[in-house]
């Protein structure tokens, strides 16, 4: 009985060579849906970048701990199944080696902050003249550890956010967004980025077939025998990343009239320059006259000198990535908890700014709390990442 021409059509579509069965050109693969429901790389890093920003504007640490707590509740809800998304515990350890860092300095070398409560002394060691301002050992005070333990968890919040960029955004779709200008410093960064995740990944990976061998994968001696093939494959990859590169035209520019260059150079540098005075303004009393304006002529000087420098580089872009309104809203939620953190700590700033002397519990100050909570918009206004599939292809 033959086959109707209808049918023979269909089949040439999901039949390949040696028999291989493919999806039909019009039906999208998985990979082209999660290419469209993604989210700008760009979005990610200034949501978590202004969450940063908030923590620095305060030491309360509940409000801190409910900033890391947003960041964390978005990361396990949108983070991607992918080995660059999982360096994020690793900088929870980095914050958590900040802190007892921070308590240990302020243990041995003693603190600025004076106290009445003594929590224990230690032996003093005395020291030369020269040293005043600095002692080893001696009083131990609870207001002393307080005051570092506060400090510190404004910088361990500052890295756990910094964490949160680099497990949500693709590096590398985020250096295909970078402007053209500054291509080559973007490829620096996004190549030191990379490198904790993939070390990390590495370390897994090795200690995982340590374990199925039989073979001890903790404690000094487990770290040194996985040491030298981690750095091993530290070394071929950036081998290999280098071939790739040379291979692909990295660093060849376009030749440019020479005052062009100098124009870029100029607007560059005067609108960085603008910008850091109008951000001192912003952030000095006595700048606020001419912070805004300031800052505005140096961000529009900086876009130029951007625009211009980047028509040296000689690329294109395949399918770039959109800024849609699902990228304004993450963006906008990060900047709405940092603007209304700074409009907090100009206000109340001892509700930001809970004291040591005397020594009280914190309270959670309400509508900067609920400002924080904006932070949470991205989890539910991004696509969820694809589920990782356990079956086995048929």
Same mark, same amino acid.
């Given at each position: 009985?033959?086959?109707?021409?209808?049918? @023979?059509?269909?089949?040439?579509?999901?039949?390949? +060579?040696?028999?291989?069965?493919?999806?039909?050109?019009?039906?999208?693969?998985?990979?082209?849906?999660?290419?469209?429901?993604?989210?700008?790389?760009?979005?990610?890093?200034?949501?978590?970048? /202004?969450?940063?920003?908030?923590?620095?504007?305060?030491?309360?640490?509940?409000?801190?701990?409910?900033?890391?707590?947003?960041?964390?509740?978005?990361?396990?809800?949108?983070?991607?199944?992918?080995?660059?998304?999982?360096?994020?515990?690793?900088?929870?350890? $980095? /914050?958590?080696?900040?802190?007892?860092? @921070?308590?240990?300095?302020?243990? $041995?070398?003693?603190?600025?902050?004076?106290?009445?409560?003594?929590?224990?002394?230690?032996?003093?060691?005395?020291?030369?003249?020269?040293?005043?301002?600095?002692?080893?050992?001696?009083?131990?005070?609870?207001?002393?550890?307080?005051?570092?333990?506060?400090?510190?968890?404004?910088?361990?919040?500052?890295?756990?956010?910094?964490?949160?960029?680099?497990?949500?955004?693709?590096?590398?779709?985020?250096?295909?967004?970078?402007?053209?200008?500054?291509?080559?410093?973007? =490829?620096?960064? =996004?190549?030191? &980025?990379?490198?904790?995740?993939?070390?990390?990944?590495?370390?897994?990976? &090795?200690?995982?077939?340590?374990?199925?061998?039989?073979?001890?994968?903790?404690?000094?001696?487990?770290?040194?025998?996985?040491?030298?093939?981690? &750095?091993?494959?530290?070394?071929?990859?950036?081998?290999?990343?280098?071939?790739?590169?040379?291979?692909?035209?990295?660093?060849? #520019?376009?030749?440019?009239?020479?005052? =062009?260059? @100098?124009?870029?150079?100029?607007?560059?540098?005067?609108?960085?320059?603008?910008?850091?005075?109008?951000?001192?303004?912003? &952030?000095?009393?006595?700048?606020?006259?001419?912070?805004?304006?300031?800052?505005?002529?140096?961000?529009?000087?900086?876009?130029?000198?951007?625009?211009?420098?980047?028509?040296? #580089?000689?690329?294109?872009?395949?399918?770039?990535?959109?800024?849609?309104?699902? +990228?304004?809203?993450?963006?906008?939620?990060?900047?709405?908890?940092?603007?209304?953190?700074?409009? /907090?700590?100009?206000?109340?700033?001892? +509700?930001?700014?809970?004291?040591?002397?005397?020594?009280?519990?914190? #309270? $959670?100050?309400?509508?900067?709390?609920?400002?924080?909570?904006?932070?949470?918009?991205?989890?539910?206004?991004?696509?969820?990442?694809?589920?990782?599939?356990?079956?086995?292809?048929?």
């Amino acid at each position: 009985m033959g086959v109707p021409p209808r049918e @023979r059509s269909r089949a040439r579509g999901r039949v390949g +060579a040696g028999g291989t069965l493919h999806a039909p050109a019009s039906v999208p693969t998985p990979a082209r849906h999660q290419r469209r429901g993604a989210l700008h790389p760009g979005a990610w890093w200034l949501w978590a970048l /202004a969450l940063g920003t908030a923590a620095t504007r305060t030491t309360n640490p509940l409000l801190l701990a409910l900033l890391v707590a947003v960041s964390a509740y978005v990361v396990v809800t949108r983070r991607p199944h992918a080995p660059w998304s999982r360096s994020y515990g690793a900088f929870v350890k $980095l /914050a958590l080696a900040v802190l007892l860092v @921070r308590l240990l300095f302020t243990t $041995l070398l003693g603190s600025p902050i004076p106290g009445t409560h003594t929590l224990l002394t230690l032996p003093e060691v005395p020291l030369p003249d020269w040293a005043q301002g600095i002692r080893l050992g001696g009083r131990v005070t609870a207001e002393g550890l307080t005051f570092a333990l506060y400090d510190a968890m404004k910088l361990a919040t500052l890295l756990i956010c910094v964490g949160a960029a680099n497990a949500l955004a693709n590096p590398s779709r985020l250096l295909k967004s970078l402007p053209g200008a500054l291509y080559e410093m973007g =490829v620096a960064v =996004v190549v030191a &980025l990379t490198f904790a995740p993939n070390l990390i990944a590495d370390v897994h990976r &090795l200690r995982a077939a340590r374990r199925l061998r039989g073979r001890p994968d903790r404690g000094v001696r487990g770290l040194l025998q996985v040491g030298l093939p981690v &750095l091993e494959g530290a070394l071929e990859r950036s081998v290999a990343l280098a071939a790739a590169m040379d291979a692909r035209g990295y660093g060849r #520019t376009a030749q440019v009239p020479a005052r =062009v260059r @100098r124009t870029t150079a100029a607007l560059t540098l005067g609108g960085l320059l603008g910008v850091c005075a109008g951000t001192y303004g912003l &952030l000095t009393a006595a700048g606020g006259t001419y912070g805004i304006p300031v800052l505005l002529a140096g961000v529009a000087a900086a876009v130029a000198g951007l625009w211009l420098g980047g028509r040296r #580089t000689v690329r294109t872009r395949y399918r770039p990535d959109r800024w849609d309104a699902r +990228a304004w809203l993450v963006t906008a939620s990060g900047a709405t908890v940092a603007a209304l953190l700074f409009l /907090a700590a100009a206000r109340d700033p001892a +509700a930001l700014h809970p004291g040591v002397i005397p020594l009280t519990a914190p #309270t $959670l100050p309400l509508w900067p709390a609920a400002a924080v909570l904006v932070g949470l918009l991205p989890a539910f206004v991004t696509p969820a990442p694809d589920p990782v599939s356990t079956k086995e292809p048929s």
